[in-house]
């Protein structure tokens, strides 16, 4: 199944919510400003480029690795920030302690889907905490290290792999 996915930005800030439509064409449409996702609005990314791997990456998760270029205004910084505001992007020291030091380690919060029922003990070497586990649904939640995402999506056993989203409430000035 071939999908679009769209990352919206409102106020230079990457709204980390992100919407799955179906496509028929190879492409990933990062809309560049939340309020107004119109054609004119959107750059279109061609996924053909993409590995089978970068394939099973959520939108944010491929410009965090650098799979793909930032859209005009965006940036890495940004980014991380609103990752880091969000409880999604954390740097560890080289002893497993957080740091605001943005040159050690970053670790990002995500959730992997696999195909079939696995142990999670299987994504150990790959992953630096895994958080938490449902088999039946085949859902793992975990901590990774940046640098190994697309290693981790390489696996035969991950179907896709996303970005864990904070809680919204409706007073939330954000839109889907």
């Known amino acids: 199944m071939i999908v679009v996915?769209?990352?919206c930005f409102i106020c230079g800030c990457v709204n980390q919510s992100q919407s799955i439509?179906?496509?028929?064409?190879?492409?990933?449409?990062?809309?560049?400003d939340g309020l107004n996702c119109s054609k004119q609005n959107v750059s279109v990314i061609s996924k053909d480029n993409l590995s089978r791997a970068e394939k099973k990456l959520s939108t944010d998760l491929l410009l965090l690795t650098g799979s793909i270029d930032f859209p005009v205004g965006?940036?890495?910084?940004?980014?991380?920030?609103?990752?880091?505001?969000?409880?999604?992007?954390?740097?560890?020291?080289?002893?497993?302690?957080?740091?605001?030091?943005?040159?050690?380690y970053p670790v990002v919060y995500i959730y992997i889907n696999t195909r079939e029922k696995i142990d999670a003990g299987l994504l150990d070497p790959y992953v630096w905490n895994i958080t938490n586990a449902d088999p039946t649904n085949q859902l793992v939640v975990a901590w990774v290290n940046v640098t190994n995402l697309t290693t981790l999506a390489s696996l035969d056993s991950v179907q896709s792999i996303?970005?864990?989203?904070?809680?919204?409430?409706?007073?939330?000035?954000?839109?889907?």
């Open 162 to 176: 996303q970005t864990v989203m904070p809680p919204r409430t409706s007073g939330d000035s954000w839109r889907l």
């Open 74 to 104: 965006m940036n890495i910084d940004v980014l991380e920030k609103q990752m880091n505001q969000d409880h999604q992007l954390m740097w560890l020291d080289s002893t497993g302690l957080k740091t605001e030091n943005k040159t050690d």
């Open 5 to 7: 996915i769209g990352v």
């Open 21 to 32: 439509i179906p496509s028929k064409d190879q492409s990933l449409f990062i809309c560049k």
